[in-house]
T-cell receptor, first 110, second 117 residues
Framework: QKEVEQNSGPLSVPEGAIASLNCTYS??????FFWYRQYSGKSPELIMS????GDKEDGRFTAQLNKASQYVSLLIRDSQPSDSATYLC??????????FGTGTRLKVLA | DVKVTQSSRYLVKRTGEKVFLECVQD?????MFWYRQDPGLGLRLIYF???????EKGDIPEGYSVSREKKERFSLILESASTNQTSMYLC????????????????FGPGTRLTVL
């Protein structure tokens, strides 16, 4: 069974701090990796995609991928209360197959 | 931007009713997906479609069927709703990339919160 694992949290960080969210996956053939943000009662919203090892930055968000260790992480710099949400990690293994983690709940404390 | 709409945000139905959930995209994207999301279980794929009239079962197709008669519209049907189908239902679209190259990114509609009594 191919899996994506995330710590469910909640992860609490003070406003202005760096939030670090982690995800591990089991399928070594995975090609593409995504982070989604989901507010309570809403649908997932794409934040970042990453396809190759290393870091990818977009504003306050940085995604990190390490295929050898099979993990992907998301860093949120200067965290704001509006960043409080559940963050879903998703992995694409090809042939229309996406595997989602169950999400990490982030709370940014004002 | 990819725009995905779903027919209802909230729906309440009775056990045994036939339920239709509709998903509409605004472009000519081929790949469309139906998921359900339950606490602690994450997103689980029910069905996906890669073209008009083409469909494939996902991980949990039992109790569901789908219809795709037009490219922009993908419907999920609960043949006889049961209480264990109470859930958040999410439609997703995987758009084409540049030219003929598909991207891997999925974009979600707003979701339908279905309650079966």
């Amino acid at each position: 069974q191919k899996e994506v694992e995330q710590n469910s949290g909640p992860l609490s960080v003070p406003e202005g701090a760096i939030a670090s969210l982690n995800c591990t996956y089991s399928d070594r053939g995975s090609q593409s990796f995504f982070w989604y943000r989901q507010y309570s009662g809403k649908s997932p919203e794409l934040i970042m995609s990453i396809y190759s090892n290393g870091d990818k930055e977009d504003g306050r968000f940085t995604a990190q991928l390490n295929k050898a260790s099979q993990y992907v992480s998301l860093l949120i710099r200067d965290s704001q209360p509006s960043d409080s949400a559940t963050y879903l990690c998703a992995v694409y293994s090809g042939t229309y197959k996406y595997i989602f983690g169950t999400g990490t709940r982030l709370k940014v404390l004002a | 931007d990819v725009k995905v709409t779903q027919s209802s945000r909230y729906l309440v139905k009775r056990t045994g009713e036939k339920v239709f959930l509709e998903c509409v995209q605004d472009m000519d994207h081929e790949n469309m997906f139906w998921y359900r999301q339950d606490p602690g279980l994450g997103l689980r794929l029910i069905y996906f479609s890669y073209d008009v009239k083409m469909k494939e079962k996902g991980d949990i197709p039992e109790g569901y069927s789908v219809s795709r008669e037009k490219k922009e519209r993908f419907s999920l049907i609960l043949e006889s709703a049961s209480t264990n189908q109470t859930s958040m239902y999410l439609c997703a679209v995987q758009p084409l990339g540049d030219g003929a190259r598909k991207t891997d990114t999925q974009y979600f509609g707003p979701g339908t919160r279905l309650t079966v009594l």
